[in-house]
């Protein structure tokens, strides 16, 4: 019994880099980076080597700065990476002062029953339904784009 797991141990550690196969790695026109077995076709693919690289003794400095993501990967995708990530923030910077703004309206219209706009020059005071309706509308907005 013991001989059959370790040979059947054996037998699978040998064939998983027998079925080890080429992967390709290419970036499409929205900047998503894709893997796969079968290269793109009309577009350049670069092949990725799936061998398991023996690990590097680490030296006693260099335990102390652990490697980030970007040191690892090359320069072309952590730029792409860094791309992604500006502009995700600047969207979420974006998506914050909207909901501040609305959170901010909404507060006027539920605090002061007696709310005044401006309509080509003219200023009104809006009616309780105009007011209530703008209120309804604020809370959906700030329930479907606010945390």
Known sequence: MRRM????????AISATAMASQVYKWVD???VTHFSA???????????NTAAAQPKPVASDEKKA????????DPEQAAIDK????????????????????????AQLQNNPRVRIDVD????????EERQS??????????????
């Open 5 to 12: 797991i370790i040979t059947s141990s054996l037998l699978l």
């Open 29 to 31: 026109a929205q900047g």
């Open 38 to 48: 079968q290269p793109p076709q009309g577009q350049e693919a670069t092949s990725i």
């Open 66 to 73: 652990a490697p980030t993501f970007e040191s690892i990967a």
């Open 83 to 106: 791309k992604v990530k500006q502009q995700i923030a600047a969207k979420e910077a974006k998506r914050k002062k909207y909901c501040e703004d609305v959170r901010t309206n909404l």
């Open 121 to 128: 020059g003219e200023v009104r005071r809006l009616s309780e």
């Open 134 to 147: 703008r209120i309804s509308e604020a809370q959906k907005s700030i329930n479907e784009n606010c945390k």
